[in-house]
């Protein structure tokens, strides 16, 4: 009977451990792709990364010596121990080691920011947080203000930023009205983006391939939906990415745009080479070059456009812009056809 149990209890533990190692396995696959700390593409992200995994390290030998000594205090010796050793636990356990560990650290994480901050020797980009969008101007002047931007300051784009690879891009950070926060896991920590003033990062990446950025500071309704795309390209391929962002839209003559203006679509949107000049949406001027729509939610198709003109408000809870549910389907259909030829 004894050695059933024996037996029993080997087989369990096997299966626990089975089971705990595919577990690790799952959730260690999981940190990989194209939104994860864990698999970094970028200086700064490897550096944070070390960090991390130090911290973690230094975190779980901390914790096995702490569970050491309750073990030790109420199954090795559960007697009452004198004052003396407890004063001493205390002052040497509780005072000394955190502030040695903490000063380490403090030093650690220090000497690692003059990196982050070192200067740009790439393309300058100016990146506005909007509700709930990306605002993006390429060849951005050194101290963009929101104005600046209204007033079309250089090559305007949105909810995709194309960097090229091997060069330090500084990214100038502004918001017109809420505190957002620039984030992208694989490249860089995060900058929030803050009213009246500009805040700076520098993403340097180390290999090309499409990443996703995300806001990380609650701003409203839309905050989970205000995503973007990163393509890191060749520096040839973001020099063209940029002339063709420059040139006005391609197709101009198309019963969608007579759809697109009579509805005054126009009085929130630009599209370059049309009297479409609002500036209060994203910049439709080459729309459909882009993977995504909405801020990242939708992938960018002819059937995808149309609902979100018609349920902007269901696709994308939230949104300031309105549904405009109550237009004919063919209407819809024909705006998506033209903007989905706006490449
Ligand atoms: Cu913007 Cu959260």
């Given at each position: 009977m004894g050695a059933d149990l024996k037996r029993l209890h080997t087989q369990f533990a096997w299966i626990a451990r089975s089971v705990a190692l595919a577990g690790a396995g799952l959730a260690l696959a999981a940190c990989?792709?194209?939104?994860?700390?864990?698999?970094?593409?970028g200086t700064e992200s490897e550096k944070v990364l070390h960090l991390f995994w130090w911290m973690l390290g230094g975190a779980v030998l901390i914790w096995l010596f702490v569970m050491g000594l309750s073990v030790y205090a109420t199954k090795v010796r559960p007697k009452a121990h004198s004052e003396r050793t407890g004063t001493k636990l205390i002052l040497w356990g509780g005072v000394a080691f955190p502030v040695v560990v903490l000063t380490v650290l403090l030093v650690f994480g220090l000497q690692m920011m003059p990196g982050f901050r070192a200067p740009a020797d790439g393309p300058r980009i100016a990146v506005s947080g909007e509700r709930f969008w990306w605002r993006v101007h390429y060849e951005a002047p050194d101290t963009p203000g929101v104005a600046k931007f209204l007033s079309g300051e250089g090559v305007p784009s949105a909810n995709e930023l194309w960097i090229p690879v091997g060069k330090r891009t500084e990214i100038l950070l502004s918001s017109p009205d809420v505190i957002h926060s620039f984030w992208v896991p694989n490249i860089a920590g995060k900058v929030d983006t803050i009213p009246g003033r500009i805040t700076r990062i520098v993403l340097d990446p180390t290999r090309t391939g499409t990443f996703h950025g995300i806001c990380a500071e609650f701003c409203g309704d839309a905050h989970a939906q205000m995503r973007f795309v990163v393509k890191v390209v060749s520096e040839a391929d973001f020099a063209a990415r940029v002339e063709a962002e420059r040139?006005?839209?391609?197709?101009?003559?198309?019963?969608g745009r007579t759809a697109f203006e009579a509805n005054g679509c126009g009085a929130c949107h630009q599209v370059r080479?049309?009297?479409?000049?609002?500036?209060?949406?994203?910049?439709?001027?080459?729309?459909?070059?882009?993977?995504?729509l909405g801020a990242g939610i939708l992938p960018m198709t002819v059937d995808n456009i149309q609902r979100f003109i018609a349920l902007t408000e269901h696709e994308k809870?939230?949104?300031q812009m309105p549904s405009f549910?109550?237009?004919p389907q063919a209407e819809t259909r024909s705006m998506a056809e033209w903007l989905e030829t706006l490449k």
């Amino acid at each position: 009977m004894g050695a059933d149990l024996k037996r029993l209890h080997t087989q369990f533990a096997w299966i626990a451990r089975s089971v705990a190692l595919a577990g690790a396995g799952l959730a260690l696959a999981a940190c990989r792709g194209p939104q994860s700390t864990f698999d970094p593409a970028g200086t700064e992200s490897e550096k944070v990364l070390h960090l991390f995994w130090w911290m973690l390290g230094g975190a779980v030998l901390i914790w096995l010596f702490v569970m050491g000594l309750s073990v030790y205090a109420t199954k090795v010796r559960p007697k009452a121990h004198s004052e003396r050793t407890g004063t001493k636990l205390i002052l040497w356990g509780g005072v000394a080691f955190p502030v040695v560990v903490l000063t380490v650290l403090l030093v650690f994480g220090l000497q690692m920011m003059p990196g982050f901050r070192a200067p740009a020797d790439g393309p300058r980009i100016a990146v506005s947080g909007e509700r709930f969008w990306w605002r993006v101007h390429y060849e951005a002047p050194d101290t963009p203000g929101v104005a600046k931007f209204l007033s079309g300051e250089g090559v305007p784009s949105a909810n995709e930023l194309w960097i090229p690879v091997g060069k330090r891009t500084e990214i100038l950070l502004s918001s017109p009205d809420v505190i957002h926060s620039f984030w992208v896991p694989n490249i860089a920590g995060k900058v929030d983006t803050i009213p009246g003033r500009i805040t700076r990062i520098v993403l340097d990446p180390t290999r090309t391939g499409t990443f996703h950025g995300i806001c990380a500071e609650f701003c409203g309704d839309a905050h989970a939906q205000m995503r973007f795309v990163v393509k890191v390209v060749s520096e040839a391929d973001f020099a063209a990415r940029v002339e063709a962002e420059r040139a006005p839209a391609a197709v101009l003559d198309h019963p969608g745009r007579t759809a697109f203006e009579a509805n005054g679509c126009g009085a929130c949107h630009q599209v370059r080479g049309t009297g479409s000049v609002g500036l209060v949406g994203p910049d439709l001027t080459h729309l459909a070059s882009r993977e995504t729509l909405g801020a990242g939610i939708l992938p960018m198709t002819v059937d995808n456009i149309q609902r979100f003109i018609a349920l902007t408000e269901h696709e994308k809870p939230g949104v300031q812009m309105p549904s405009f549910a109550t237009l004919p389907q063919a209407e819809t259909r024909s705006m998506a056809e033209w903007l989905e030829t706006l490449k």
